[in-house]
């Protein structure tokens, strides 16, 4: 074994950040070009959540808005709950994820696994969960003593620690030699921080947002998502901040495809909005030949086998059936977003 290739530090939490960028070959190449994914899987949490997560709530240290025995309270459809309790058990904070049904089973296994107190609406306000989420938070907050929201949504701490880790570890991994970046939206951190970095390094590579059919961000209309932790039933404050962005939208059919393809071209296991994001490269593949292009896969599929690696419930919640998508996984055919709208 070389050990000078080993990451070296104090606590799990010194292994936030330095995930790898590969080149996929086999996807779907582009003509002259490269295609650069980004396994943001590979952080301990397993997703790119991990990075905030830490951010956030080592600044509210340092600033001693959180102390000894605070309660951390947190709106999460999994990944980001997963990297607070994470960040949590390592400085012994108790932390209470407020989550809905859409909550993969695993991750609520994970959050309690880490100790975390797992509180579940059953019910959407204005048809949307995550107004519930926010509403169950702000009750919370009220009713429990020396508590603390590190509010992800509209902390500059999470775009920040995605700009100074995820895209300035691919600018740099690339010596900022790449034409598009394509990232999947929900609190828009990724989004953000990615934005900031470009501007100040001066990059003209195009920025790409990959949101969902049923997400009222970028003026969008709200409907039935099914996919967690992409798109988003309110405008978040951060998503405020957002000008000028070109967007992708996709369904949840979009994603199940792409993360199938993907298992099956590169043995890479990508989570729901990473299928987003590689759906909306190929909608646009007539654009990127001779490109190189970056596609932030923000957690593991791992975490979707009951769900999008699941025919059954392919069948049962999205009306395809285990042919009809094998078919649709290994077409070559170019797909139409407009098409595949729900």
């Given at each position: ?73 947190e709106s999460t459809s999994g990944n980001m ?118 501007k100040s390094r001066g990059r003209r590579a ?54 199938r393809r993907l298992a099956h071209r590169e ?76």
């Amino acid at each position: 074994m070389e050990r000078s290739n080993l990451r070296t530090g104090v606590g799990i939490l010194s292994t936030i950040g330095r995930t790898p960028l590969v080149e996929l070959t086999r996807y779907c190449p582009l003509s002259g070009g490269h295609l650069y994914a980004k396994l943001e899987a590979f952080n301990p949490g397993g997703s790119a959540k991990d990075r905030p997560a830490r951010s956030m709530l080592e600044a509210a240290m340092a600033a001693g808005l959180v102390t000894k025995g605070t309660t951390i309270i947190e709106s999460t459809s999994g990944n980001m709950g997963i990297g607070l309790a994470q960040v949590c058990r390592y400085h012994k904070l108790p932390l209470i994820c407020v989550v809905d049904p859409r909550t993969q089973s695993q991750n609520l296994a994970m959050l309690r696994a880490y100790g975390a107190q797992v509180d579940v609406v059953t019910t959407p306000i204005r048809g949307d969960f995550l107004h519930a989420r926010l509403a169950r938070v702000c009750y919370l907050l009220e009713t429990t003593p020396n508590s603390f929201w590190p509010n992800q949504y509209a902390n500059p701490a999470n775009p920040r620690a995605h700009c100074t880790g995820t895209i300035s570890e691919i600018d740099d991994q690339l010596q900022g030699a790449y034409d598009y970046v394509f990232v999947a939206v929900s609190s828009t951190g990724t989004l953000q921080g990615c934005q900031e970095l470009l501007k100040s390094r001066g990059r003209r590579a195009k920025l790409i947002a990959v949101d969902a059919f049923g997400s009222v961000l970028f003026g969008g209309s709200a409907g039935r998502r099914l996919i967690p932790g992409l798109g988003a039933g309110r405008i978040p404050p951060l998503a405020r901040e957002s000008r000028n962005t070109e967007v992708r939208r996709v369904s949840d059919l979009d994603c199940v495809i792409e993360c199938r393809r993907l298992a099956h071209r590169e043995a890479i296991l990508a989570g729901g909005s990473g299928g987003g994001v590689l759906s909306a490269i190929r909608s646009m593949w007539n654009q990127l030949d001779g490109k190189t292009v970056v596609a932030v896969l923000h957690d593991s599929g791992t975490r979707y086998l009951n769900t999008i690696f699941d025919d059954a419930w392919v069948e049962a919640n999205l009306g395809v059936s285990a042919g009809e998508l094998a078919s649709l996984v290994h077409s070559d055919e170019p797909i139409s977003m407009e098409a595949r709208q729900p």
